[in-house]
């Protein structure tokens, strides 16, 4: 079975910008989660969506935003991007509550 | 915000020793978990030990738990060099969100 894949894999933009990646969780799994790490910290918490719905929300801003698919795909938007939004964004998957299985996530570097 | 901090932030130790690392929290959980990260890749799931559990073993890993201190403790033995990595503890609480520690970097010496 596929794991957890993300999509791209790195990526460059520019301030101002915005971004748009890319999660598809292990089949059977309906719930995802998406985490920032920034070098050298631990992951932070930004979204989890449980059966297509919001189901809680971390300490960021409204430029972020995102959403899951009838398919239990999930989508993560940065808007006016910053600098400090330079980071390796992790998307994971549960069945329900649980163990994550993370993918190996997606590298923004913003110039 | 993080709910877990461990310590030590960064650990050396020769192969063939044991590492342990711990984890304190602050507000109560239902589970407290452990995973494993090499250099910029994703985490790996290492153990799950739920609130009313104190102690877990899964192959060389040694997990406890003490919820009255709000600390728990990963004991990794007979390191090898394939254990360098970070290691972050991960709790969940009434709201199902899983929340991270900073993580403790791990370096096994040859």
């Known amino acids: 079975d596929a794991g957890v894949t993300q999509s791209p894999t790195h990526l460059i933009k520019t301030r101002g910008q915005q971004v748009t990646l890319r999660c598809s969780p292990i089949?059977?799994?309906?719930?995802v989660s998406w985490y920032q790490q920034v070098l050298g910290q631990g992951p932070q918490f930004i979204f989890q969506y449980y059966e297509k719905e919001e189901r809680g929300r971390g300490n960021f801003p409204d430029r972020f935003s995102a959403r899951q698919f009838p398919n239990y795909s999930s989508e993560l938007n940065v808007n006016a991007l910053l600098l400090g939004d330079s980071a390796l964004y992790l998307c994971?998957?549960?069945?329900?509550?649980?163990?994550?299985?993370f993918g190996e996530g997606s590298r923004l570097t913003v110039l | 915000s993080q709910q877990g901090e461990e310590d030590p932030q960064a650990l050396s130790i020769q192969e063939g020793e044991n590492a342990t690392m711990n984890c304190s929290y602050k507000?109560?959980?239902?589970?407290l978990q452990w995973y494993r990260q090499n250099s910029g890749r994703g985490l790996v799931h290492l153990i799950l030990?739920?609130?009313?559990?104190r102690e877990k073993h899964s192959g060389r890993l040694r997990v406890t738990l003490d919820t009255s201190k709000k600390s728990s403790s990963l004991l990794i033995t007979a390191s090898r060099a394939a254990d360098t990595a970070s290691y972050f503890c991960?709790?969940?609480?009434?709201?199902?969100?899983?929340?991270f520690g900073k993580g403790t970097r791990l370096h096994i010496l040859p």
């Open positions: 507000t109560s959980i239902n589970n």
């Open positions: 030990i739920r609130s009313n559990e």
């Open positions: 089949s059977g799994h309906k719930s």
């Open positions: 994971a998957s549960t069945p329900n509550v649980g163990e994550l299985f």
């Open positions: 991960a709790t969940d609480a009434w709201d199902d969100k899983i929340i």
